[in-house]
């Protein structure tokens, strides 16, 4: 039920001149950003060890 609540909080914060937010608004990303930096869990190697993947012809050869 917070949907509502959301959307009548967003209404005030866009209706409010000196807060300068509006729907459209952009965001910047800066040239260096790199959200995947100093992360283990995506490095190249992390799906190297994991089980192969099982080759199937479809959906049927679940119930066959």
């Known amino acids: ?3 509502p609540i959301h959307g ?3 209404q005030k914060i866009y209706a409010d001149p000196e ?3 509006t729907a459209e608004g952009t965001f910047d990303i ?3 950003f790199d959200p995947c930096r ?3 869990r995506y490095s ?3 799906y190297r060890d994991s089980v192969p ?3 199937s012809e479809g959906i049927d ?3 066959n």
């Open 1 to 3: 039920m917070a949907l």
């Open 8 to 10: 009548i909080f967003c």
């Open 19 to 21: 807060l300068n937010y």
């Open 30 to 32: 800066p040239a260096n």
């Open 38 to 40: 100093n992360s283990t």
């Open 44 to 46: 190249p190697d992390f």
């Open 53 to 55: 993947p099982v080759n």
């Open 61 to 63: 050869d679940l119930f």
